[in-house]
Structures are given as structure tokens and as C-alpha cells.
């Protein structure tokens, strides 16, 4: 696509923002992210936090904050499995540098996953901490829903209080469309039982698989366009951020397609609400 540079397409001030996440341009880099979020025009980015050395560092994010014109709206903590060794072993450390790069870059929100059931401690004073660090740093820690892990047919119990934070005690919330469709939860019900403590939302969807699919929203089951709906009719204040999966995609010009659909999916659905689509 040759869009009209950073600006083009964004939503009026006011409305609910629309983000990229730098996940969606695996396995290409951070770097082609930003440039991916400026052509299409979303109108920032949630900075994976992984082994690409520029997703760690701050002042390398600055600057392609500066050339592309688009800035960071979010972090996501390396709490993933496969991130286990990213910026050390410890977990509240890896949470309390997320604080720090997610406040350099003028980001509110830090994506975080709950800790698996095997660490112990971390997940024995995991929810007071996180309460403790949001109060510290005045930065907004959003717990992801997660979903059972299966194996031989039996779900297995891979995280701890659980993989699915309704009656946990947490102040704010992320909700991933996908996580939804591969926990067998449908996500508008989610969002309305989230309710104020939605803060963050990961769009994208599923087909009800076992695997966690992370589609192009309307290509799966979810009830995608109705939950944005809700969003806008509720008045959100999070952001909406694009987590598709291109993995698959046959170069950039396909990646960028996809995403493409992605953002045109969201402003259609955030600025038309329940009653105005009856």
C-alpha cells in the first residue's frame, strides 16, 4: 500500500486508538513494525518486548518513535514461555523494567500474562504486587486472559491463580479475542463481564481451536465486530491493539494486506454501535 505517511486514516481525537502490535510483523523486526503501523496508519504500537535487542532498548524505540511518527501506546512484559530468559530470570524484575521502558516512552499500559502454576513465589504474591506496583509507577498493568493447555484431551493447569482472571481480584485487564476462542469463552460476553476493569484489549480471532490461532478479525467464529461495538457504545478508554498472527504470509505486501483488513475491521466496527447497527 502507499499511504499518505503516519497521519492517514488516523481516528479524530477522542476516539478509541487503534495499535499495532509489533508482534504481527514476525518474523521480519521491530523496526519494520513501526514502518508497517506508518503506512497503514494505525495510530501507535504495543512493543513486544523479546529478543530483537531494539524491542529492549529505549533509545533505539525513541528514535523510531521520531522517524515514523507513530508512538508507543503500550508494552508487553516478556512473560511468555519462550521469554522465560529475557532480561533474566526473575519475573517481578522483568515487570518493573516493563514500568520503566513503558514510562520512558510516555506508554499507560503494560501487558502481562499471570505467572505459570511452577513459580511458586511470584504467583503467591502476584496479585497484591502487581495493586503495589501500579500505585508505584502509575503505570496501568493489564493481566491477559489466558487458556487452558490440553494434552491427550485433558486440559492441563499451567498458570497460577489461573488462566482466566474474571473472579481474580486484578484492577485491570487485558482481553485477547484469540485467548477467548481457545478457551471456548466468547468475547463479547467477556467484555461485558470484564466490564470497568477492561483496559486493554488484543484484537483479533479464532475458530474455536485448541490452538491459539490469532486470525484476521472476521475470519474466525468470535463475535469480534459486536464486542468492538460494545467498546465504543460504553465509552472505552483503553486501546484496541491489532495481535494478529502474519507468520504464514507470502512477504510484506501480504503481511501488510492483512493488517490492512485488521485496522479497516476496527474503525468500521469502533465508530458504530450496537443500536446504529440494528
Not at 504474591?125 to 487458556?147: D, K, P, S
Not at 488462566?163 to 461485558?192: F, I
Amino acid at each position: 500500500m502507499d499511504g499518505d505517511g503516519p497521519t492517514e486514516g488516523r481516528i479524530d481525537e477522542g476516539r478509541i486508538e487503534v495499535g499495532l502490535s509489533t508482534s504481527c510483523s514476525y518474523p521480519e523486526s521491530t523496526t519494520a513494525a513501526f514502518e508497517i503501523a506508518s503506512r497503514l496508519g494505525y495510530d501507535g504500537l504495543e512493543v513486544m518486548v523479546w529478543t530483537d535487542p531494539v524491542s529492549q532498548d529505549a533509545a533505539a524505540l525513541r528514535r523510531l518513535v521520531d522517524h515514523y511518527g507513530v508512538p508507543v501506546l503500550s508494552i508487553h512484559a516478556p512473560t511468555l514461555l519462550l521469554l522465560q530468559r529475557t532480561w533474566g530470570k526473575d519475573p517481578w524484575a522483568k515487570l518493573e523494567r516493563s514500568c520503566e521502558l513503558a514510562a520512558s516512552l510516555g506508554a499507560r499500559t503494560v501487558v502481562v500474562h499471570p505467572p505459570f502454576r511452577w513459580q511458586r513465589d511470584y504467583a503467591a504474591g502476584f496479585v497484591e504486587g502487581v495493586a503495589e506496583m501500579e500505585a508505584r509507577t502509575g503505570i496501568t498493568l493489564a493481566i491477559e486472559n489466558m487458556f487452558p493447555w490440553r494434552a491427550r484431551g485433558r486440559d492441563l493447569v499451567a498458570y497460577a491463580p489461573g488462566w482466566d482472571p474474571t473472579h481474580v481480584a486484578y484492577r485491570n485487564l487485558t482481553l485477547d479475542y484469540s485467548h477467548a476462542s481457545t478457551s471456548g469463552q466468547d468475547c463479547l460476553e467477556l467484555t461485558k463481564t470484564f466490564g470497568e476493569r477492561l483496559a486493554h484489549v488484543h484484537l483479533c480471532d479464532g475458530s474455536g481451536s485448541a490452538k491459539d490461532e490469532h486470525l484476521v478479525p472476521g475470519d474466525g467464529t468470535q463475535p469480534v465486530a459486536a464486542a468492538l461495538q460494545e467498546l465504543a457504545r460504553n465509552g472505552f478508554a483503553g486501546t484496541v491493539v491489532a495481535e494478529v498472527n502474519t507468520r504464514k504470509a507470502r512477504g510484506r505486501a501480504a503481511r501488510e494486506r492483512a493488517l490492512a483488513r485488521t485496522l479497516d475491521f476496527a474503525r468500521t466496527n469502533l465508530a458504530r454501535t450496537p443500536e446504529l447497527s440494528a
